[in-house]
T-cell receptor, first 114, second 116 residues
Framework: QKEVEQNSGPLSVPEGAIASLNCTYS??????FFWYRQYSGKSPELIMSIYSNGDKEDGRFTAQLNKASQYVSLLIRDSQPSDSATYLCAAPGAGGTSYGKLTFGQGTILTVHP | DGGITQSPKYLFRKEGQNVTLSCEQN?????MYWYRQDPGQGLRLIYY???????QKGDIAEGYSVSREKKESFPLTVTSAQKNPTAFYLC???????????????FGPGTRLTVL
């Protein structure tokens, strides 16, 4: 099992809709989770960090963390064409050889069509 | 402006040559990382360093080497031993060990390496 897995996508939503991106992780000791957005040809940009169970909202973005089920999601409300990008989920290891590193999922390509 | 710079943006290498990719940060971060991204793929960790004069191999270190002589700088050398070096190389930094926000990694703009 991969350490961090994302729904395979690609995901296509109409403008104004809610885009839902999901990520599961295997290390129960992980405490911090991150969502990055990567536009085509560019480097990843950190858009959300979440550390505790529940929801965290920032503008049109909401990150949701459920440690018992080992999943983290990202909701984008009122999706815009400018949200079209690849979204990467990342989590650190809990310790040992993984300490200090992030493991990234494969990414989900989101397309928002007008 | 605080940030991470990488140079060059594009790099062309002939087979059999070593090349060095530059990464500099002025964020006062302790930890620095090098990733490789292939088309349609996720990020794969090459090397990382949590403190000056120390670094660890990541998942795909073979054919690469690094140094960390200064806190601000973490250059990556792609050696001739790396069989498929054509890729997008990303440097990142974070506050370092500590958990929570210390794990947040911030990326430079990347270097595209092409082997001719």
């Amino acid at each position: 099992q991969k350490e961090v897995e994302q729904n395979s996508g690609p995901l296509s939503v109409p403008e104004g809709a809610i885009a839902s991106l999901n990520c599961t992780y295997s290390d129960r000791g992980s405490q911090s989770f991150f969502w990055y957005r990567q536009y085509s040809g560019k480097s990843p940009e950190l858009i959300m960090s979440i550390y505790s169970n529940g929801d965290k909202e920032d503008g049109r973005f909401t990150a949701q963390l459920n440690k018992a089920s080992q999943y983290v999601s990202l909701l984008i409300r009122d999706s815009q064409p400018s949200d079209s990008a690849t979204y990467l989920c990342a989590a650190p290891g809990a310790g040992g050889t993984s300490y200090g590193k992030l493991t990234f999922g494969q990414g989900t390509i989101l397309t928002v069509h007008p | 402006d605080g940030g991470i710079t990488q140079s060059p943006k594009y790099l062309f290498r002939k087979e059999g040559q070593n090349v060095t990719l530059s990464c500099e940060q002025n964020l006062n971060h302790d930890a620095m990382y090098w990733y490789r991204q292939d088309p349609g793929q996720g990020l794969r960790l090459i090397y990382y360093s949590q403190i000056v004069n120390d670094f660890q191999k990541g998942d795909i270190a073979e054919g690469y080497s690094v140094s960390r002589e200064k806190k601000e700088s973490f250059p990556l050398t792609v050696t001739s031993a790396q069989k498929n070096p054509t890729a997008f190389y990303l440097c990142a930094s974070s506050i370092g060990i500590g958990g929570g926000a210390a794990y947040e990694q911030f990326f430079g703009p990347g270097t595209r390496l092409t082997v001719l």
